[in-house]
């Protein structure tokens, strides 16, 4: 019970019985709660000027930089964790994880950058290129375009990772100056987004967002808060990394968080699986083109899908842990659908976090639950984990899981779930596509991510409807 000031210590004006006070962690979530339940009733977006839809996709991952080719290897149900090559592991615990291998920037950074640049950068700019191509901004496009009015979002969890370890070792073995004049520019997460918008001339909003494995979706639900309020037409927006290096993977492994399943590399991100030991590191880019409707339609744009809304919250509760009744993250699918304008009844598929950690995916089935009003009420929805198969990207996730969410839309096929031989009770009568590719054609899909510090983020995808 909490400590009452008492009545001397108050003043006589002030005095007041003492009353027992519930502990603070019980208050807030009997808050979130009672805030989960109430939608209040909106209607869907009709504005063109504030209507968002994605134009363009690119994205650099284990499985190369092709969207098309990406989708085909997950509805295979393709593993891309293997045992790391990149350095030697033989000191670690973990030796796995979905890593890139002979990345090809295809010429869109020039042999002498690509020598000095964090593999970060190299993402942000290869996947932002890509994306504005697939969305018809070519030069040619651009040069017709305001482009005081185009912005980049581009977020990173934890930045040029490699420039940053290079340039520590470079200070203890050869002293301060032997440090790249490099390695500052290089190591800040907002750089990938700037270079984007130096090379391509865009003075719209531009900057980084950092919310751990949130950061992609962060950055979507804030680009289309910059469309509607008028400040932009276009905006890049997504989220990358490159962390698999000695010190990411070391952190990961201090801090308990990845599996060990060494002897089955390709079995070891298995969410919602009752033998599931942690998660596996990823890395790449995700980045879509985010554009009003209006724009959209006067130039022309062929449009993927449309962005219905989003939300943010925080769980407020531990640095790394999820509440595990789920209300935070409950709170935010529940303010995604009020923002959306929808009834949660219209979502059926949710692209879950699901990152194969024993308290994260039961705490993200909770919530899922309390968000729709009980198990019951997802008959019809199903849901899968795209890190089964490409391991956790961190702050690229959501951006890479959101293309994943939009080919779903766009193909009416889901991918497979992996590595699910025995499901956690907690899943009993919820559809995970487990370890099969399902067709379903979707009518409006969730996208959940969720990084250390309690951020909680959730993202509403549907089909274009004119």
């Given at each position: 019970?909490?400590?009452?000031?008492?009545?001397?210590?108050?003043g006589?004006?002030?005095?007041?019985?003492?009353?027992?006070?519930?502990?603070?962690?019980?208050r807030?979530?009997?808050r979130?709660?009672?805030?989960?339940?109430?939608?209040?009733?909106?209607?869907?977006?009709?504005?063109?000027?504030?209507?968002?839809?994605?134009?363009?996709?690119?994205?650099?991952?284990?499985?190369?930089?092709?969207?098309?080719?990406?989708?085909?290897?997950?509805?295979a149900?393709?593993s891309?964790?293997?045992?790391i090559?990149r350095?030697?592991?033989?000191?670690f615990?973990?030796k796995?994880?979905a890593?890139?291998?002979?990345?090809?920037?295809?010429?869109?950074?020039?042999?002498?950058?690509?020598?000095?640049?964090d593999?970060?950068?190299?993402?942000?700019?290869?996947?932002?290129?890509?994306a504005?191509?697939d969305?018809?901004?070519?030069?040619?496009?651009?040069g017709?375009?305001?482009?005081?009015?185009?912005?980049?979002?581009?977020?990173?969890?934890?930045?040029?990772?490699?420039?940053?370890?290079?340039?520590?070792?470079?200070?203890v073995?050869?002293?301060?100056?032997?440090?790249?004049p490099?390695?500052?520019p290089?190591?800040?997460?907002?750089?990938?987004?700037?270079?984007?918008?130096?090379?391509?001339?865009f003075?719209?909003?531009?900057?980084?967002?950092?919310?751990?494995?949130?950061?992609?979706?962060?950055?979507?639900h804030?680009?289309?808060n910059?469309?509607k309020?008028?400040?932009?037409?276009?905006?890049?927006?997504?989220g990358?990394e490159?962390?698999?290096?000695p010190?990411?993977l070391?952190?990961?492994?201090?801090?308990r968080?990845?599996?060990?399943?060494?002897?089955?590399p390709?079995g070891?991100?298995?969410?919602?699986?009752?033998?599931r030991d942690g998660f596996?590191?990823?890395?790449g880019?995700?980045?879509?083109v985010?554009?009003?409707l209006?724009?959209?339609?006067k130039?022309?744009?062929?449009?993927?899908?449309?962005?219905?809304?989003?939300?943010?919250?925080?769980?407020?509760?531990?640095?790394?842990?999820?509440?595990?009744?789920?209300?935070?993250?409950g709170?935010?699918?529940?303010?995604?659908v009020?923002?959306?304008?929808?009834?949660?009844?219209?979502?059926?598929?949710?692209?879950?976090?699901?990152?194969?950690t024993?308290?994260?995916?039961?705490?993200?089935?909770?919530?899922?639950?309390k968000?729709?009003?009980?198990?019951?009420?997802?008959?019809?929805?199903?849901?899968?984990?795209?890190?089964?198969?490409?391991?956790?990207?961190?702050?690229?996730a959501?951006?890479?899981?959101?293309?994943?969410?939009?080919?779903?839309?766009?193909?009416?096929?889901?991918?497979?779930?992996?590595?699910?031989?025995?499901?956690?009770?907690e899943?009993?009568?919820i559809?995970?596509?487990?370890?099969?590719?399902?067709?379903?054609?979707?009518?409006?899909?969730?996208?959940n991510?969720?990084?250390f510090?309690?951020?909680?983020?959730?993202?509403?995808?549907?089909p274009?409807?004119?």
């Amino acid at each position: 019970m909490a400590a009452v000031a008492s009545p001397a210590v108050l003043g006589a004006r002030h005095a007041v019985a003492p009353r027992r006070v519930a502990p603070r962690a019980q208050r807030v979530t009997a808050r979130a709660a009672r805030v989960s339940t109430v939608v209040r009733a909106m209607a869907r977006e009709t504005d063109p000027k504030k209507r968002i839809v994605i134009t363009g996709m690119g994205l650099c991952s284990v499985f190369g930089n092709d969207y098309d080719v990406f989708y085909d290897k997950l509805l295979a149900g393709t593993s891309g964790v293997a045992e790391i090559d990149r350095f030697d592991i033989e000191e670690f615990p973990t030796k796995f994880a979905a890593q890139i291998r002979d990345f090809d920037n295809e010429g869109f950074v020039d042999k002498k950058n690509a020598r000095r640049m964090d593999d970060c950068l190299q993402y942000a700019l290869v996947s932002g290129n890509k994306a504005l191509l697939d969305a018809g901004l070519d030069e040619e496009a651009l040069g017709k375009e305001d482009l005081t009015k185009i912005g980049v979002l581009a977020g990173s969890g934890m930045g040029g990772l490699t420039v940053f370890q290079d340039g520590v070792k470079a200070l203890v073995n050869k002293g301060p100056k032997k440090i790249t004049p490099f390695f500052i520019p290089y190591a800040i997460t907002n750089m990938g987004g700037a270079l984007l918008a130096i090379e391509k001339g865009f003075m719209g909003p531009n900057y980084s967002i950092s919310t751990a494995c949130a950061t992609a979706n962060y950055a979507f639900h804030a680009a289309a808060n910059h469309i509607k309020k008028g400040e932009a037409d276009v905006m890049i927006a997504g989220g990358v990394e490159a962390p698999i290096i000695p010190v990411g993977l070391g952190g990961f492994v201090a801090c308990r968080a990845l599996s060990t399943n060494n002897d089955d590399p390709s079995g070891a991100s298995r969410p919602w699986d009752k033998s599931r030991d942690g998660f596996v590191m990823g890395e790449g880019a995700g980045l879509l083109v985010m554009e009003s409707l209006e724009h959209a339609l006067k130039r022309g744009a062929r449009i993927h899908a449309e962005y219905l809304g989003g939300a943010i919250t925080c769980d407020a509760h531990h640095m790394t842990d999820p509440r595990p009744d789920g209300s935070g993250v409950g709170l935010c699918i529940t303010k995604a659908v009020e923002e959306a304008g929808i009834d949660i009844s219209e979502i059926n598929y949710i692209n879950a976090h699901a990152t194969s950690t024993l308290v994260g995916d039961v705490a993200e089935v909770n919530a899922v639950k309390k968000a729709f009003g009980g198990v019951e009420n997802l008959k019809g929805v199903k849901m899968n984990g795209t890190k089964s198969m490409v391991g956790h990207c961190l702050g690229a996730a959501a951006g890479v899981e959101a293309v994943a969410t939009i080919m779903a839309i766009k193909t009416g096929w889901l991918h497979p779930t992996l590595n699910n031989a025995e499901p956690i009770d907690e899943v009993a009568g919820i559809d995970i596509c487990a370890n099969e590719k399902v067709e379903h054609k979707v009518t409006a899909a969730i996208s959940n991510s969720f990084g250390f510090g309690g951020h909680n983020s959730c993202c509403i995808f549907a089909p274009y409807v004119e």
